[in-house]
């Protein structure tokens, strides 16, 4: 999508069907490369952000060298905000105990009443801290989705990241394990009767999770590393009573 858009659009000139031309291509390449293609009304939105995104770029080009420099100070006087809150620390306070691990629903429950906030909001946060564990990574980020940028409805962000946290970690040799992912989701999308995401969104999903994971992982084994290279720095000539002996 963003490459038909950045890159073929561009070089079209002047078309006498603008988005009917555009989805043609777009479904094309999805066909080559064997996914579901976007609607038309999912194109005509990306293609409406893109120019918006791109219109908005042209006007900060144009200010003036002065405007420009009072928006710099601002950015900078901003960037301070992003500094965790007792809040935040008290959320890391409660995840972190909880490990890399599944999370049943029982935990998140009672870390849920230990917050104050449903156990659904538990898994989310928990997911944005094992990503980046550091209480700013749990700074609340602001309202709305950015130019260019996918969002799926929070109901169906949460039964994504229910499955990927307690259902898939529970089910073990799985022949077609994407297949499976995505008939899990959609399973539980139509009794929640919200839209499913489709499969390359789930795929995309899943291999953040796999990272964030590999990640956790990463660190956990450098902490334990170090914690055991102190350990076992201790000066064995005053631990050893043999030592200097006469």
Same mark, same amino acid.
């Given at each position: 999508?963003?490459?038909?858009?950045?890159?073929?659009?561009?070089?079209?000139?002047?078309?006498?069907?603008?988005?009917?031309?555009?989805?043609?291509?777009?479904?094309?390449?999805?066909?080559?490369?064997?996914?579901?293609?976007?609607?038309?009304?999912?194109?005509?939105?990306?293609?409406?952000?893109?120019?918006?995104?791109?219109? *908005?770029?042209?006007?900060?080009?144009?200010? !003036?060298?002065?405007? =420009? +420099? $009072? /928006?710099?100070? @601002?950015?900078?006087?901003?960037?301070?905000?992003?500094?965790?809150?007792?809040?935040?620390?008290?959320?890391?306070?409660?995840?972190?105990?909880?490990?890399?691990?599944?999370?049943?629903?029982?935990?998140?429950?009672?870390?849920?009443?230990?917050?104050?906030?449903?156990?659904?909001?538990?898994?989310?946060?928990?997911?944005?801290?094992?990503?980046?564990?550091?209480?700013? *990574?749990?700074?609340?980020?602001?309202?709305? !989705?950015?130019?260019? =940028? +996918? $969002? /799926?409805?929070? @109901?169906?962000?949460?039964?994504?990241?229910?499955?990927?946290?307690?259902?898939?970690?529970?089910?073990?040799?799985?022949?077609?394990?994407?297949?499976?992912?995505?008939?899990?989701?959609?399973?539980?999308?139509?009794?929640?009767?919200?839209?499913?995401?489709?499969?390359?969104?789930?795929?995309?999903?899943?291999?953040?999770?796999?990272?964030?994971?590999?990640?956790?992982? *990463?660190?956990?084994?450098?902490?334990?590393?170090?914690?055991?290279?102190?350990?076992?720095?201790?000066?064995?000539?005053?631990?050893?009573?043999?030592?200097?002996?006469?």
């Amino acid at each position: 999508m963003s490459e038909v858009l950045t890159d073929w659009r561009p070089r079209q000139g002047r078309l006498a069907h603008p988005l009917l031309d555009l989805c043609a291509e777009i479904q094309k390449r999805c066909a080559g490369a064997s996914v579901n293609p976007l609607s038309r009304a999912t194109i005509s939105r990306r293609w409406a952000a893109h120019r918006k995104a791109e219109a *908005a770029s042209s006007a900060r080009v144009k200010r !003036p060298l002065r405007q =420009s +420099s $009072r /928006l710099c100070k @601002t950015t900078v006087l901003n960037s301070t905000v992003g500094i965790a809150t007792e809040r935040e620390r008290e959320i890391v306070k409660v995840l972190r105990p909880l490990g890399i691990g599944p999370l049943s629903r029982q935990q998140a429950k009672k870390a849920g009443e230990l917050l104050g906030i449903h156990w659904s909001t538990v898994y989310r946060l928990r997911r944005r801290f094992l990503a980046d564990p550091v209480a700013s *990574a749990l700074i609340p980020h602001d309202r709305g !989705p950015k130019v260019g =940028s +996918s $969002r /799926l409805a929070e @109901t169906v962000e949460e039964i994504v990241s229910e499955v990927l946290t307690d259902w898939l970690p529970r089910q073990r040799h799985l022949a077609y394990p994407l297949l499976e992912l995505s008939v899990e989701i959609r399973k539980r999308c139509a009794g929640a009767s919200v839209n499913p995401p489709s499969r390359p969104t789930i795929s995309r999903r899943w291999a953040a999770r796999r990272k964030a994971e590999a990640q956790s992982s *990463a660190r956990v084994r450098v902490r334990r590393r170090v914690t055991e290279s102190k350990a076992g720095g201790i000066d064995h000539g005053l631990a050893d009573p043999c030592v200097g002996a006469v």
